[in-house]
Each structure stands twice: as C-alpha cells, then as structure tokens.
C-alpha cells in the first residue's frame, strides 16, 4: 500500500512495473510473449535454440543454476536441456502462485533435477541458499531483457548484488537491443490489445488488493519509444480530470496526466558491456540473432578479493 500512496503523492506518478504480475498479470505476460508483433520472446528463444550447447561449455559441469524473473519457465528448458548434469535449478520469482505453478511442470519434465523455487523479489537485496555438496559453478540467468525495466542506478545496483552473491559464479543476461522504433512501438501496442489489457491490470489489483477506486473505463494504455533516452515508456493515461481514492485520501489526476507504470530500456552491446563492468562483472562472450534485434551475454564474476 506504500509503494501506491507514494506513487499517487508525487508530482510525477509513478509505479514499479514488478505489480504487474499478480497471478492474472503473469498469464497476460505469457500471452503478450505470444503476440506476432512482440519479437524479444521468439528472438531470445531463437539464439538459445542455437546456441545452447555452446552455453553450457560456459556453464560447465554440475551448475547450480538461478533465474531471476522465471515466469513460466519456457526459456530455461533449452539451457536445462543442454546443460552437463546440473545440480539443482532455483527459480526467483515475486509471484507465488505461478512459480509454483510453473515449477511443478517443470519438475515433470525433468524428474530428476532438484528444482528449488525463491519467491522472492529479485529487485531489492537478495539470498540464496548454500551451494549443494558437489555443486559447480552458480550461473544466474536473468533472460527476457528485464533488466531494461531497471533505472541505470537500479541496474547498478543488481549487478552489485550478482557480484556479492555470486562470487566465482556468472550471469547470463539477456539484452533488447536498439532497433526501429516502428519494431518498438508495435511490439508494446499489439493489434490485440493484450499489452492495454496486462497495463491496466495493474489498476485492477489495485482496486482488489488495496482497495482503490480506479475507474478503468477512464483510463488509457499509452507506449511510446522514447529515441533520446534510449528506453519504452509505458503509461497509463487520465483520459478526463478525476479523483481515485486509497485508504481514506483522495488523489487527483488532471485531464491527460499518467501513472507510470514500466520503462524497458534498449542497449547497445558496448553499453550494456561497460555497465556490467562498472559493478565487476567481466564479459566473455555474447550472442545475438541475423537481425541483432536481442542478445544474450556471459558475465564472469570474480571471486571476492581478499581484504
């Protein structure tokens, strides 16, 4: 409820895009990443589908393997696949019930694999469990280019917790890159409508979960590429001057003024490459698709320097 009162008090309103994904919000995503003009999905499947065996010569043998954001556990099938006997897969996510969900058909495609979910909001500082005896190397997937959603700091940030709970371990990140924005602004205003529908989900929630009077009717999806700050913003727009109410305190939206809702920055390979360095993290080998429209990059993480 905080995180909403403080959202509607700023001058700028805005919320993080992480409650977007209660369990109807999560099914949209599924949907939204089946939509003929959203290509982040199919692309990163693509270049995992070709790539995977020389991933998991990364990898090595025994990995213990994290996915931050897993969702519905489709992409990490193919690493999983490919993956030289991996000693356990620990999926983190915020949303319970479809980790649990996910992660139960995934155990019965891979019987034999020790699956460990975390819900857990991957965002803000982080544990994990003690690595298994005979455990290899901790390798973080983070896929789907979330890490766009983040600010730069926040970013920072992220890596900084990679480097401090990973030592010795790696990060395999995926990455949207800059491309049209005629490809951008079709992929988060598809012809269907999911992408609107999974936007002012968030609104639904709000009014289920903290008791808010958002009038949906009212409100608006607007996505837009923003070329100079390299970044999707994502809003949901007052279609009229009006009043919604949280725990007794009235908020006013004028005509035209949004609620922010997710930013989903785009990079370049260079960039995205300095960043991870900034916070410690070496890279050793990307990969990408014909288009160049997404890539996957390893980030070694050194082991904690003696003091």
């Given amino acids: 409820m905080q995180d909403m009162q403080t959202a509607l008090s700023q001058q700028i309103k805005s919320i993080s895009p992480k409650y977007f994904y209660d369990e109807t919000g999560s099914a949209l995503f599924d949907r939204i990443c089946e939509l003929p003009e959203y290509y982040p999905t199919r692309t990163e499947l693509f270049i995992l589908k070709t790539q995977a065996d020389d991933i998991a010569q990364f990898m090595g043998e025994h990995a213990d393997i994290i996915e931050f954001g897993a969702g519905s556990l489709q992409k990490i099938r193919l690493l999983l696949s490919a993956a030289h006997r991996p000693t356990r897969f620990m999926p983190m996510d915020i949303s319970g019930v479809h980790l649990h969900a996910a992660s139960s058909e995934l155990q019965s495609v891979f019987p034999s694999l020790d699956i460990h979910p975390l819900v857990a909001d991957y965002t803000n500082e982080w544990l994990l469990p003690e690595s298994l005896p005979g455990a290899g190397r ?170």
């Avoid at 993290?281 to 050194?302: C, E, K, R, V």
Wanted: aromatic residues 12%; contains cysteine.
């Fill in 138 to 307: 901790r390798v973080a997937f983070f896929p789907g280019s979330t890490i766009g959603n983040f600010s730069p700091n926040q970013a920072r940030i992220f890596f900084e917790n990679c480097a401090h709970n990973l030592p010795g371990g790696a990060l395999l990140l995926g990455v949207d890159l800059i491309k049209s924005p005629d490809v951008l602004h079709a992929a988060y205003n598809d012809a269907q409508g999911v992408t609107a529908a999974f936007n002012l989900n968030l609104l639904t929630r709000a009014n289920r979960e903290l008791g808010c009077d958002f009038d949906l009717s009212q409100f608006a999806h607007s996505a837009f590429y923003n070329a100079p700050m390299q970044r999707i913003e994502m809003h949901l727009l007052s279609l009229k001057q009006q009043t919604v109410h949280l725990n007794g305190v009235a908020y006013a939206f004028n005509q035209g003024e949004t609620l922010h809702t997710e930013y989903s920055h785009k990079f370049t390979m260079v960039g995205i490459q300095q960043a991870a360095k900034a916070a410690g993290l070496q890279s050793a080998a990307y990969w990408t698709d014909p288009q160049q429209y997404f890539g996957l990059i390893w980030l070694n993480i050194p082991h904690k320097q003696e003091k």
